[in-house]
């Protein structure tokens, strides 16, 4: 990565007071965990994530959308956070104060040793009750804690909620569905407040949280893009940096803090 760009993004990295991370799933890429648009592979290839990620497709077929959660969350109890993730992790330590808001399902900023952490799309994580009561829920999972068996992917029936019975769903934000009110509050009040945002890994078109970096720049904030391709996000960063959150993130905060 060369250039002025990369040495004008350290600066304001180094010279900042309160920096959020705006992520996407292009974050995770590095760890091995396919971005929301990369297309299925294996069994799920012959669907569209976006048709499965839904309260209809839920209560259409239960089975096939927990299997495929499942599957999604075996893949991340295999992966490990990326460098991109551990350089985060010293942004935060640099400057106290800052702020991970995430698009992301995956704990891999939690895994990194990232203290803050906003989860706007939920987490794969969370299970809770499929009715308005949103019961707490945990996983089957076998008693030693393992995953269950990495599988590439099959019809699994949800457990029942320990409360009510109903079938437990993913803890995860669907197609349509809101937004979880204090993680959009907290996200909104942070980007507010930041005078530096990056944006990684992310192609900012779904809304609202692709609304994130546009407050923060309307707020005053320096917003800096890392992702290899451009996005509509483009127009609103100040530098654009075209090259994966692995290598710029590392790059970035070593020549911050040489
Ligand atoms: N480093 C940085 N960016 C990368 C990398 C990488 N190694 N690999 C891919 N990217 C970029 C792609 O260029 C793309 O712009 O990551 C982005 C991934 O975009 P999406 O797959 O659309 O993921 P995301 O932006 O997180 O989607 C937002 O949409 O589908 C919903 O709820 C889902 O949270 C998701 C939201």
């Known amino acids: 990565m060369e250039g002025v ?3 004008r993004a350290a600066q304001l990295l180094g010279e900042a007071r309160r920096v959020v991370i705006f992520t996407g799933a292009g974050m995770s890429a590095e760890s091995g965990v396919p971005t929301f648009r990369d297309d299925l592979t294996g069994l799920w290839a012959r669907f569209d994530a976006q048709q499965l990620a839904t309260a209809e497709a839920f209560r259409t077929d239960p089975d096939l959308v927990w299997g495929w959660y499942e599957w999604r969350r075996a ?4 992966a490990e956070p990326n460098s991109g993730h551990l350089a985060i992790t010293t942004i935060e330590s640099r400057i106290p104060g800052s702020t ?3 698009q992301n399902v995956d704990d891999l900023h939690e895994r990194a040793g990232t203290q803050a952490v906003i ?3 939920g987490s794969l994580f969370t299970p ?11 996983f089957p999972d076998p008693p030693d804690g393992e995953p269950a068996e990495p599988h590439e992917g099959r019809r699994i029936s949800p457990p029942r909620c320990a409360y009510c019975r109903a079938p437990v769903r993913p803890g995860v934000v669907w197609f349509g569905e809101a937004l979880p009110e ?3 509050t907290a996200a909104v009040e942070a980007a507010t407040a930041c005078d530096v945002l990056l944006t990684v890994g992310t192609s900012g078109v779904v809304y609202p949280a692709a609304a994130i ?6 707020s005053g904030a320096t917003v800096i893009q890392v992702n290899p391709q451009p996005t509509p996000l483009d127009r609103i960063a100040a530098i654009n ?5 692995a290598q710029v993130l590392s790059t970035l905060v070593a020549t911050a803090w040489r």
Request: include cysteine.
């Open 75 to 78: 893949r991340v109890r295999r």
């Open 182 to 184: 204090a993680a959009l």
């Open 128 to 138: 809770r009750c499929g009715t308005a009561a949103a019961h707490p829920a945990t």
């Open 213 to 218: 970096p546009q407050i923060a720049a309307r």
């Open 5 to 7: 760009l990369p040495h």
């Open 119 to 121: 989860h706007l799309h």
């Open 241 to 245: 940096l075209r090259g994966t959150a």
């Open 100 to 102: 991970v808001i995430t």
